[in-house]
């Protein structure tokens, strides 16, 4: 079953992000994870953890502090048993695949992205490939 995970946002300062969801939203923070080799750092979001209901994960790039609105916004995440049949959906469908499936870059997890007809990025993350509710993936 296919299904929406997150939608993640780039933001300029994590923690004043984070004091916003949790403070004014009413949002737990369910899990963080840094990437030092590739310089960001992960917090994700929301009333309930998945698969209960959607997150948003804050993407926070080390050194960049603010961003234009029109970068702001990063993708729609996707749940999918298979990620590498995912993609050859799309392709025959004639979609655009602009990263195929593999794993994410400093992690395990099996994801791909595609882009719909206006350009915005649809993320498949493959489900059994994700780490477990409470698991860091560094």
Known sequence: ???ILHTMIRV???DRSIKFYTEVLGMKLL???ENPEYKYTLAFLGYEANPEQAEIELTYNWGVDKYDLGTAYGHVAIGVENAYEACEKVK???GKVTREAGPVKGGKTVIAFVEDPDGY???FIE???RPTQGSTEV
């Open 127 to 129: 489900l059994g490939s």
């Open 31 to 33: 899990r963080t994870s």
């Open 1 to 3: 079953m296919n299904r």
């Open 121 to 123: 990025k649809i993320e």
């Open 12 to 14: 300029g300062d994590l």
């Open 92 to 94: 025959q469908a004639g």
